[in-house]
């Protein structure tokens, strides 16, 4: 089966290149600089959950996420509407240019304190937007008018009548789109309205950013910050890896680096170092990271770092302790503690270890315990299912048996063995 | 140019062919695993399943309202680009729930989910290639869409 999808993406790339002739531009994606609000509360939500998971400190964000939940986040890159061939004003209604679709409404909350951008009046500027698949389109830029109140439901009306940017295929680079363009002549709070309407298709993307105009000296920032240092793997799991860098230089400053897998995004960070999760188990990766200044300028790449992810069967980054305080003919208590030595925190723990058939489960306690096909898998209850970098938790139970207990021998936390103490 | 329009004929002929056999489908007598197990067979990603209680934490309330009931079991997991992709074995009557929530003004256009039978992927990129469809509908209907390549 995986062959069939090789063999499929083969053909698709076949017929990519075919008709993907004069350097046509492919897209799928969410405006990245100015960040888009999906965007900037994804990454808002990544730097308050310490990574692992989206907890967003940013008033608006956590509105948003209150409304709509975590997923519109997870999928900042998908505020689309799959049949709007262009028809954007006939199906999108005043006060839902920002979330058109039931999943992406909360982005439409009428607040002042979304995340925003700080951009010059005027001035050139590289606009980015991530791309994840290849099509080809047409992205328009429009900005609201002189006395929006951004308090107010952002109505069609409220937007410039003619976009102040507007490109057909940009290229494509470090999986992301970027162009340069004049920024409007505007002061103060705005909202930037990306739409993007793929020319294959009749799908189109939708994003606002919140921008603030300050006053300019209206001579462009087109000056990159200098690239980033090699990368250096640190603290490798299966799932996770540590990075650090030596930091880019900029003649304004640099805001941030963007870390990727070849041509993928996989982190941002505000700093020189950043723990990449989400990986998988046993598999070569190949990381650079990318400096940008606060007009959209990128940096060249770093040269790569190849790290190759832990097996899933190696010893991971947990340990187990488990004892039985009490044992009396034909059943025990066992206590178990598991340990997180890692550097980011496991969430949805699930232990397993064998059962023999002889055992029986009596009684659990801090933990959902189930037995079957001679394993027993435990789970965290509702205020333990997840275990903090450094933590730990504890559960017990007792069991039957027919015979001397035996203590386990390994066991496996989310698919990685577990060193036993 | 010979060559690229062999190369053309090629991969049109392996294209045609693949889009023209059914893909297998998910064991789902084995639940969100059994959708895991397929998507990571065709993927070799989605290797665990993370396993959540509170839907609404990842739908929101107006959408899980909606799913919510009509949801055996759901889980998430990794694929590109999805951090957290959701697996969803679903029970009858989603579709008429999505309708009457759209007639009611509850919701807006349609499900945002990927469809097969009986279960539904919460993404929307590459899902064509999972043989997947989604939905369209108003009030009165839905219908079932193939999903434009992306």
Redesign the interface.
């Known amino acids: 089966?995986?062959k069939?999808?090789a063999?499929?993406t083969?053909?698709?790339?076949?017929?990519a290149?075919?008709v993907h002739t004069g350097g046509t531009a492919v897209a799928?994606g969410s405006m990245v600089w100015p960040g888009s609000r999906t965007y900037l509360c994804y990454e808002d939500g990544r730097a308050g959950s310490g990574g692992g998971d989206l907890q967003p400190t940013n008033p608006a964000c956590v509105a948003a996420?209150?409304?709509?939940?975590?997923?519109?986040l997870?999928?900042w890159?998908?505020n689309?509407?799959?049949?709007a061939a262009g028809r954007h004003r006939e199906i999108i209604s005043d006060g839902?240019l920002c979330g058109?679709?039931?999943?992406y409404?909360?982005y439409n909350l009428t607040r002042a304190d979304w995340p925003s951008t700080q951009v010059q009046a005027n001035s050139t500027v590289t606009l980015r937007y991530n791309a994840?698949?290849?099509?080809p389109g047409t992205w328009e830029q429009y900005v609201t008018k002189d006395g929006f109140d951004v308090t107010k439901p952002l109505k069609w009306s409220d937007l410039e009548s003619v976009p102040f940017d507007k490109v057909t295929n940009p290229p494509l680079a470090n999986g992301e789109y970027a162009w340069q363009a004049r920024l409007p002549n505007k002061s103060g709070r705005h909202i930037i309205y990306s739409l993007w309407q793929r020319s294959d298709?009749?799908?189109a993307f939708y994003s606002c950013s919140d921008v603030v105009f300050g006053g300019g000296t209206g001579t462009p920032d087109t000056t990159a910050p200098s690239a980033p240092g090699t990368p250096v793997a640190s603290g490798v799991t299966s799932s996770t890896v540590k990075l650090d860098w030596t930091a880019s230089t900029d003649n304004i400053g640099v805001t941030g680096y963007r870390v990727y897998n070849g041509s993928?995004v996989v982190a941002t960070s505000a700093t020189n170092s950043v723990t990449v999760t989400?990986l998988?188990?046993d598999t070569q990766y190949s990381f650079t990271v990318v400096a940008t200044d606060s007009a959209g300028n990128a940096s060249a790449s770093s040269s790569a770092v190849a790290v190759r992810t832990a097996s899933?069967g190696s010893i991971g980054s947990c340990s187990v302790a488990y004892t039985r305080p009490s044992t009396w003919n034909g059943g025990f208590t066992a206590n178990v503690t598991v340990s997180n030595s890692g550097t980011s925190a496991i969430?949805?723990w699930q232990l397993v270890w064998a059962f023999p058939s002889g055992q029986q489960l009596s009684q659990a306690w801090s933990s959902t315990i189930t037995v079957a096909s001679g394993q027993a898998t435990a789970?965290g209850a509702?205020y333990n299912?997840d275990i903090p970098a450094g933590g730990s938790v504890t559960f017990g139970f007792n069991a039957t048996t027919t015979s001397t207990p035996t203590d386990p021998t390994s066991f496996t936390l989310?698919?990685s063995a577990c060193a036993i103490r | 140019m010979r060559a690229l329009v062999a190369l053309l004929v090629v991969g049109s002929v392996a294209f045609a062919l693949l889009v023209g056999r059914a893909e297998p489908t998910p064991d789902l007598s084995r639940g969100v695993d059994g959708v895991a197990a397929w998507l990571h067979d065709l993927t070799d990603e989605c290797a665990s399943v993370k396993r959540d209680d509170d839907f609404t934490d990842f739908a929101g309330p107006v959408r899980s309202k909606v799913y919510a009931p009509f949801i055996a079991e759901w889980g998430t997991c990794a694929k590109q680009p999805y951090e957290r992709l959701g697996l969803l074995i679903l029970r009858p009557g989603l579709e008429q729930a999505w309708r009457t929530a759209l007639a009611n003004g509850e919701v807006r256009g349609d499900p945002d989910l990927a469809f097969g039978d009986g279960f539904a992927l919460t993404g929307s990129i590459g899902m064509e290639y999972l043989g997947l469809k989604r939905l369209e509908c108003t009030p009165t209907a839905c219908s079932l869409m193939e999903i434009k390549h992306h």
């Open positions: 089966m995986r069939r999808i063999l499929l083969v053909a698709v790339a076949v017929g290149v075919l799928h996420v209150a409304q709509g939940g975590k997923q519109p997870w999928d890159f998908g689309l509407i799959s049949n839902n058109p679709t039931t999943k409404a909360a994840w698949a290849p099509h298709s009749p799908e993928q989400g998988t188990a899933g969430s949805a789970k509702s299912a989310n698919g």
